[in-house]
């Protein structure tokens, strides 16, 4: 079966780094994509990697290795408004998107 | 503002009772998406239209059925509500296979 594996639940203090995982097992890969989804609120594009490498966009950066079936998103100079879950995505090979169950990140001052 | 608009936000139903959800987008996208999202699982597609006119099924379609008659709108239909479809419903929309999800505010329906 295809499973996308995230951390349930992360801490880490303002202006420090966070770094968080995800490993994919699917059938085909077409794209990785990374949402962040605010308690209440709806999902929201973060980043998107197809090929292997570091995509940096401001203060967050994703990595993508497709052999290792592994991607991490990379949050820098953490704000308390970066209190959210992370959801990661995985495209199979017919471009359905599979989803991990997210991972909530708590901002501690 | 351009987006996806879903009605109603909140919604409590009785069991057996028949409900539609809307949903509305101005982006002119091809492909729209119904998902449903519940505490410790990843959002679980429910239905998609890759352009109007179609339909498919997504992993959890029982219960459900959709339309799309046109591009902007693609309503999601509980023909006769069960418990276990208390959830969050989003739904949403993209304009090509590479492209990322524009999502909804949610739909919060609860069952009874």
């Known amino acids: 079966g295809q499973n996308i594996d995230q951390p349930t639940e992360m801490t880490a203090t303002e202006g420090a780094i966070v770094q968080i995982n995800c490993t994919y097992q699917t059938s085909g890969f077409n794209g990785l994509f990374w949402y962040q989804q605010h308690a209440g609120e709806a999902p929201t594009f973060l980043s998107y990697n197809v090929l292997d490498g570091l995509e940096e966009k401001g203060r967050f950066s994703s990595f993508l290795s497709r052999s290792k079936g592994y991607s991490y998103l990379l949050l820098k100079e953490l704000q308390m408004k970066d209190s959210a879950s992370y959801l990661c995505a995985v495209k199979d090979s017919n471009y359905q998107l599979i989803w991990g169950a997210g991972t909530k990140l708590i901002i501690k001052p | 503002i351009a987006g996806i608009t879903q009605a109603p936000t909140s919604q409590i139903l009785a069991a057996g009772r028949r409900m539609t959800l809307r949903c509305t987008q101005d982006m002119r996208h091809n492909a729209m998406y119904w998902y449903r999202q519940d505490l410790g699982l990843g959002l679980r597609l429910i239905h998609y239209?890759?352009?109007?006119?179609?339909?498919g099924k997504g992993e959890v379609p029982d219960g459900y059925s959709v339309s799309r008659a046109n591009t902007d709108d693609f309503p999601l239909t509980l023909a006769s509500a069960v418990p276990s479809q208390t959830s969050v419903y989003f739904c949403?929309?993209?304009?090509?296979?590479?492209?990322?999800?524009?999502f909804g505010n949610g739909t919060r329906l609860t069952v009874t």
């Open positions: 949403a929309s993209s304009d090509s296979d590479n492209s990322p999800l524009h």
């Open positions: 239209s890759n352009t109007a006119g179609t339909t």
